[in-house]
């Protein structure tokens, strides 16, 4: 039987028209000969506008920004890229792209872009997902290890006992988590837990709270590492923990760091001390107890699921190797960051691999590529690098120093280097695509 030749073209019109997805395409002038309706809604362009100009007139950014003139320069497709930028329309669009070349008998045609628009979703999970379900309860906290298990249940101990608890951890170990859920373990439903944070405290607001805890019919007080507060803050802490005592009020209080040796140190009240000690509970910092690691991943992915309804469920092999051989300064707040960082990458991915870590951490786990200032300083005995990549190695020395200061936020640190999220966004990710060539 004669087979029917199918023209297809006009198929292939409709769906580059209809589909959800922005196409560009440029021949090897950069002229553009392909720009469907998505991508027009996306960068806020008319086709005729862009049909007979070249793509360099066109776009605002310069020459080294679009991601298709690279790809017709290298030849490489470039994948996953993320872009955040004001289009024509001054709306401020995210896109994830991913911009091939095209080669038709050996030879480059040109290349074709592939805009994801993220830009509603974004606006969603770059809210750092920070809350649990309410209330807080011991379920909330990821406890695989030993030492968790212990300090969960002493803490469940201590909410039945109503004695005051003293947490004892470094920063960022989960200890106003733990604060949250022995107040919801033993308080009614209407009960608050109130917050005496170590930043901002004066003597004067001290006894303001002392007063509103007077009206109260009960409640929980939380004092968040009282070794910050200075010597008279911690006498008149002393004086409102004892008169409270006798009351329906509940206390509980944090420190950084051993207190024994913060009382040696003059850092904190002995009295203070003996008042919360009855029930002092020690959090290992998580270097320490490396086993609540990808378990913590994993109840922060599932609540990524739960709550943005994403797709994300564990990370690789090799990005898990990277996540156990990792120190946490920051302890599970730097963990969390992170994650926070690499969900608001994520569209459909269900498993994080490496190409999906942010640049400082990898920068932080991978020994290679780590300069230290004393490579910036020019001396006579070592051959000299060519300019542009001596400023190079520099810019990714600052900019990790940056990264690093600001915990890996990349709005903080872009403020603190003065320039926009924006430009600060690109120059790491062209740090990380130079890195991935080399
Ligand atoms: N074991 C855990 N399970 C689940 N989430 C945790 C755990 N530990 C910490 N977190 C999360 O990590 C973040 C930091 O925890 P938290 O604020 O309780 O630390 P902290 O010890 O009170 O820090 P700081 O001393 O700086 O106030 C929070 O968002 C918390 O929800």
Excluded at 72 to 100: C, F, H, M
Excluded at 412 to 438: C, D, F, V, W
Aim: glycine share 4%; proline share 3%.
């Amino acid at each position: 039987m004669k087979q029917l030749k199918l023209d297809l073209e006009p198929f292939y019109r409709f769906a580059s028209e209809h589909v959800a997805v922005g196409i560009h395409a440029v021949d090897t002038k950069g002229k553009t000969i392909l720009h469907n309706k998505k991508m027009r809604d996306i960068e806020g362009f008319d086709f005729e506008e862009l049909a007979d100009r070249s793509l360099l007139e066109m776009f605002r950014f310069d020459q080294e920004e679009s991601t298709l003139l690279k790809v017709l320069q290298s030849g490489s497709p470039v994948l996953n890229a993320k872009q955040t930028y004001w289009n024509r329309k001054g709306q401020e669009i995210t896109t994830i792209n991913d911009t091939y070349p095209v080669v038709e008998n050996g030879l480059l045609i040109g290349a074709i872009e592939l805009a994801r628009d993220v830009t509603t979703l974004e606006k969603v999970v770059y809210q750092p997902l920070k809350k649990y379900e309410e209330p807080i309860t011991f379920n909330s906290i990821t406890a695989v290890s030993a030492s968790m298990k212990k300090v969960i249940a002493t803490a469940e101990k201590a909410a039945l006992a109503k004695l005051p608890v003293l947490l004892v951890g470094e920063s960022g170990t989960g200890k106003e988590l733990i604060a949250e859920a022995i107040h919801r373990a033993h308080a009614d439903a209407s009960s608050e837990m109130s917050i005496l944070f170590s930043h901002g405290t004066t003597i004067g607001s001290i006894e303001q709270m002392s007063e509103e805890m007077k009206n109260k019919a009960s409640g929980t007080v939380y004092c968040e590492r009282i070794d910050m507060l200075n010597l008279p803050m911690q006498q008149k802490l002393l004086e409102m923990v004892k008169e409270h005592s006798g009351s329906d009020t509940y206390f509980i209080a944090s420190v950084g760091e051993d207190p024994v040796e913060l009382i040696s140190a003059q850092k904190l009240l002995k009295e203070l001390y003996y008042f919360f000690s009855a029930m002092a509970i020690p959090i290992q910092p998580l270097r320490r107890r490396k086993e609540d690691i990808i378990p913590f991943v994993l109840d922060y992915f599932s609540r990524h699921r739960l709550k943005f309804g994403s797709m994300v469920r564990h990370v690789d092999q090799q990005v898990e190797k990277l996540l156990l051989s990792y120190d946490w300064p920051g302890n599970l707040k730097e963990l969390e960051l992170l994650l926070d960082e690499i969900t608001s990458l994520l569209t459909t991915e269900e498993i994080v691999s490496v190409d999906l870590l942010p640049y400082h951490f990898k920068m932080k786990t991978e020994k290679t590529g780590m300069h230290k200032p004393e490579d910036f300083i020019v001396q006579s005995n070592k051959e000299l690098l060519p300019l542009e990549e001596y400023l190079l190695e520099a810019e990714i020395y600052y900019l990790q120093k940056a990264m690093d200061l600001h915990n890996g936020n990349v709005t903080k640190a872009a403020a603190a280097l003065g320039m926009s999220r924006q430009n600060l966004q690109y120059r790491l990710r062209k740090i990380k695509k130079n890195e991935g060539q080399t």
